[in-house]
């Protein structure tokens, strides 16, 4: 199922949204197209690999704290490819303006970034000893969408559904959002059985699982910011 938009209402212009998406687009032209370094090189070095973080715990003194902590926020903001980055932002594009909206600016990029950083951690914790590097803003992103599935778990959300044929689709949020978790939830265990923790490597589902699950907690202790409060009950 590909979300295409939804009819949450919003009051405010959502400049932090707008910020993240043009920083993501820049800083993917900067990767791939701008930087005198081969853009290999700079994944290697500004994505996360969780080793890192496991080697530094573990007292080794081939990693330092800067090594291991400083790509936890900048392989947020890198993407391997022109369709990996266009899937995130059109996601953040759709759902993030209204979690702005109960956020406020800056508690909204402070969830962001939280969200980040908890997918790093659920995904370390499956995949201890991975040596790939890991970019893209879906665990920050997938957050999102886990507050957009507690807040607004009835909105409409239109939804391109491929089976046999294309079907175009009002479905409930929480039906979208709930439906993407599992998947990603049933890929990130098959993965983990069919490859072990040691090799990591393709899609990090456990990412993903884990930017969610922090998003629906964490919508619970951030403060509404919303001046005009509504019940959305459509």
Not at 106 to 111: A, C, K, P, R
Not at 114 to 119: E, F, K, M, R, T
Not at 198 to 227: D, E, N, Y
Request: charged letters at 10%.
């Amino acid at each position: 199922m590909i979300p295409l938009k939804d009819d949450a209402p919003r009051f405010i212009t959502p400049y932090v949204n707008y910020f993240l998406l043009i920083l993501n687009v820049l800083v993917f032209f900067c990767m791939w197209i701008g930087v005198p370094a081969p853009a290999q090189q700079v994944v290697n070095y500004f994505g996360f690999q969780p080793y890192r973080v496991t080697a530094l715990l573990r007292g080794s003194h081939a990693v330092n704290a800067e090594m291991a902590f400083i790509p936890v926020l900048t392989a947020m903001f890198m993407h391997a490819s022109w369709l990996h980055l266009i899937s995130n932002m059109w996601v953040l594009y759709i759902f993030g303006d209204n979690v702005e909206d109960h956020l406020g600016h800056f508690g909204y990029l402070v969830f962001y970034l939280l969200s980040g950083v908890a997918a790093a951690v659920l995904h370390t914790f499956f995949n201890p000893t991975s040596r790939i590097p890991s970019v893209g803003a879906s665990g920050a992103i997938a957050g999102i969408m886990g507050a957009y599935f507690v807040l607004f778990p009835s909105a409409r959300v239109l939804t391109l559904v491929p089976f046999l044929f294309v079907f175009f689709l009002w479905l409930p949020a929480w039906i979208v959002l709930g439906y993407w978790f599992v998947v990603q939830f049933l890929s990130g265990a098959a993965t983990s059985i069919a490859y072990s923790s040691q090799t990591g490597g393709g899609i990090a589902f456990w990412a993903h699982v884990g930017g969610f699950v922090a998003g629906v907690a964490l919508i619970k202790l951030f403060p509404s910011q919303r001046r005009r409060r509504f019940r959305y009950d459509a």
